[in-house]
């Protein structure tokens, strides 16, 4: 492959000098090798992306390629003549504006999503394109996976002191065989991230948090080493999993406290720790348990006073129910909120629980209700519904007035009365009781008819 190399110095964001390469190259096979001292390389491929041309491998190189064939050897020298001689310790430099156009349209390779686009690299201005932002891209990139990388091998070589030389395939050999001894039945999500990583995939594809990284590495080391500690570990931390406080509660200090204790990075390093972590574990459960025991009984006792006020509201449902049948009305309303009373009325109104406390030492919820700790408050919720559904049923009494009212002004008589009847029932049980079938038939009928005009227009 015929190349020109260019070195190119950025510097990063603690101010130090980086040393990379700028390279370009007829076309990008996949068979090209950076140099290794280059903490970055870029490289300018003169052919456009084809089906099937490989993403580089190495986190720190990227391939620009431009949206048609340029011939870029030529236009560099091209634009050195116009623009004067420059150092070729300064990269390509600047480059023609339909070259330049031709890459911002075309696209740049990595092995991992960068948030940078070619619109950006490849700008037209009199600095020439904007390398060092794609350098300084590739080398954060680059130190974020090398942090994953460090993270995972020590946590395979904890307490003892890991290599110091970091060989990512070695590494995911090591991991492919950790995957192979441990039983990971209990840690699915652990070793489904590891075994990512083992099969290829960068750590920062998986998780960018070298801290969780090494604790899913460590995890499975002790479901190798110490199962049964493990075992009671992965028990203590599905169990806080599921204690999570709400906001404002008094153990929002306590509990990520007690997540750090509980840690598979610490027990591989010291395993008598497994004996303090159930201490810590356990002062956390009783006090929570406490406070659960506190929620479950305001909870049970809110929702019979809900539920009586939705037993109130039934009749206002059932008449806005039944007037939203009443296409002639317009389109029904507050469809949502009678759904969702329907659904608050078929919420269970009670637990058959006794005592809630001691039943919290195996499992975090109440074994009846399984009432999730950080729970909506229903009692807001019932009011916003309870709401609505008079604004709609308001909404339709006045469609109901102002459509029907010089329909019926025509008749008088018994019909006019019961009309009337129901448009000013304040009451709306009342209004629920008027409105039978046969009134709803009625009412139907009634809008169906021409507008009469009343008696004293004739
Ligand atoms: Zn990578
Ligand atoms: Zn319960």
Redesign the pocket.
């Known amino acids: 492959m015929a190349e020109r190399r260019f070195h190119f110095m950025v510097q990063d964001d603690t101010g130090d000098q980086c040393p990379g390469d700028i390279v370009i190259v007829s076309a990008w096979n996949g068979t090209f090798k950076p140099d290794p001292h280059a903490s970055f390389t870029i490289v300018l491929s003169q052919r456009p992306l084809e089906h099937g041309t490989p993403a580089p491998t190495a986190?720190n190189v990227a391939i620009c390629m431009p949206a048609s064939s340029v011939r870029l050897p030529a236009a560099v020298r091209e634009a050195r003549a116009s623009y004067g001689g420059e150092s070729p310790d300064a990269g390509p430099g600047r480059l023609p504006l339909r070259v330049l156009n031709s890459y911002a349209e075309g696209s740049i390779a990595v092995?991992?999503q960068l948030a940078i686009t070619p619109r950006e690299v490849f700008v037209s201005g009199s600095a020439g394109p904007r390398y060092d932002l794609l350098a300084r891209a590739l080398i954060a990139r680059t130190r974020k996976?090398e942090r994953c990388w460090r993270a995972i091998n020590e946590a395979l070589s904890r307490p003892d002191v890991a290599p110091s030389r970091i060989d990512e395939g070695q590494l995911r050999g090591k991991l492919e065989h950790l995957l192979s001894k441990a039983p990971t039945a209990t840690a699915a999500e652990a070793s489904a991230r590891v075994s990512m990583i083992a099969g290829g995939s960068?750590p920062l594809d998986v998780d960018s948090r070298p801290a969780a990284l090494a604790e899913d590495v460590a995890h499975l080391r002790c479901l190798c080493e110490r199962r049964t500690d493990a075992e009671q570990l992965e028990w203590m931390r599905s169990y806080m999993e599921e204690a999570r406080p709400h906001d404002g509660s008094q153990l929002e200090d306590d509990y990520p406290y007690t997540i750090e204790q509980l840690s598979f990075v610490a027990l591989v390093d010291q395993p008598h720790l497994i004996d303090g972590m159930r201490a810590t574990f356990e002062v956390f459960r009783s006090t929570y348990a406490k406070q659960y025991a506190t929620l479950h009984a305001d909870h049970w006792s809110e929702t019979k006073t809900i539920q009586a006020t939705l037993k109130l509201a039934r009749p206002t449902a059932h008449a806005l129910g039944k007037l939203n049948t009443l296409t002639r009305l317009g389109e029904p309303v507050a469809i949502d909120e009678l759904q969702a009373f329907d659904e608050l009325l078929r919420q269970p109104s009670g637990c058959s629980q006794q005592d809630v406390e001691p039943a919290l030492v195996s499992a975090p919820t109440c074994p009846a209700c399984h009432l999730a700790f950080a729970d909506v408050s229903l009692a807001s919720q019932a009011t916003d519904v309870i709401e609505g559904l008079e604004q709609g049923l308001a909404e339709q009494q006045t469609r109901l007035a102002s459509k029907a009212v010089h329909r019926i002004l025509g008749q008088g008589g018994a019909k006019l009365e019961r009309f009337l009847q129901i448009v000013r029932a304040a009451d709306l049980t009342d209004l629920a009781l008027v409105l039978d079938d046969q009134l709803l038939a009625f009412l139907d009928e009634l809008l169906a008819e021409p507008i009469s005009a009343p008696p004293y227009e004739r």
């Open positions: 986190d092995a991992h996976a960068s």
